[in-house]
């Protein structure tokens, strides 16, 4: 899915407004855990990364799918900043950030942002990429994750299942001249659980017939509870849980997001 979609992702992403509303939280966290070397896992185009090295943080990016890895390496060329950017997925980031390729030793801030976390889509799995993140970090070092509020999207469908209610969500939309771009995303409830993420892309030339391009892939709904659970199995402590990038308390009924800050203590 990625793949497809990563030319067209920084088309999709208002990234001026999205950066000008989450980077205040995300460096005040990263001040209160004393972080200078950052790293961004799933980090798609390189955006949040790419405004870190901006203002003045050692950071590595990495995402398992390659093309994204490419716009990112073309987005910090085109941006001026020193920013490296690795291909590499969820588990097997010990593997591959070698001490010969860190010198500088492990990181002091995991940041895993965008719904990026329920693309494991089991226990274990996400047990082992919890651990992974913690085998990268120094002791006391900082875990912050963003996912969408599950707890309010399964609590909606479950009082009334047969709903569209919180199955689509915001379309999003894009114009370069005469090109126009519409983004429509919906889920699809599994019977296991799990969901599949449904992507539309149309695009058009001026007046002209909408082309469609639909990509899908799985995710795991989590819930707060199961997360933070699994992030103390994995050697995290000091677990906090916020409703968004701004820093709101989290509500279960209503936050838009599960933001969750963490240290290692293992």
């Known amino acids: 899915m990625y793949d497809a979609f990563s030319k067209d992702y920084d088309r999709f992403v208002n990234w001026e407004n999205r950066l000008a509303y989450e980077m205040p939280f995300i460096e005040r966290a990263l001040h209160e855990a004393d972080a200078r070397r950052v790293i961004d896992v799933a980090c798609g185009t390189g955006r949040h990364a790419i405004e870190l090295a901006r203002r003045g943080y050692e950071v590595v990016g990495a995402d398992l799918s390659a093309p994204m890895i490419e716009r990112a390496r073309e987005n910090a060329a085109t941006a001026g900043v020193k920013a490296r950017f690795l291909v590499a997925g969820f588990g097997e980031l010990a593997e591959k950030l070698t001490p010969s390729q860190e010198p500088s030793g492990p990181f002091d ?15 274990g799995e996400l047990i082992e990429t919890l651990a992974d993140f913690a085998a990268i970090l120094r002791p006391d070092g900082l875990l912050l994750i963003q996912n969408r509020n599950f707890d309010a999207l399964l609590a ?10 919180g199955r689509w969500m915001e379309p999003q939309s894009h114009r370069e001249g005469q090109t126009e771009w519409l983004f429509l995303r919906f889920y699809d409830f599994e019977p296991d659980g799990t969901l599949t993420f449904n992507l539309v892309t149309l695009r058009r030339e001026g007046t002209g017939a909408w082309s469609r391009r639909v990509t899908s892939t799985r995710l795991w709904p989590l819930r707060r509870e199961e997360l ?14 916020y409703g968004d990038m701004a820093g709101s308390s989290f509500v279960p009924a209503s936050s838009p997001n599960l933001v969750v800050t963490a240290r290692r203590t293992t």
């Open 109 to 123: 801030a995991v940041l895993c942002l965008g719904n990026s976390l329920p693309h494991v889509l089991g226990a």
């Open 228 to 241: 933070t659970a699994a992030m103390g199995q994995a050697g995290f402590g000091a677990i906090v849980c």
């Open 156 to 165: 909606r469908r479950e009082q009334r299942p047969e709903s569209a209610e």
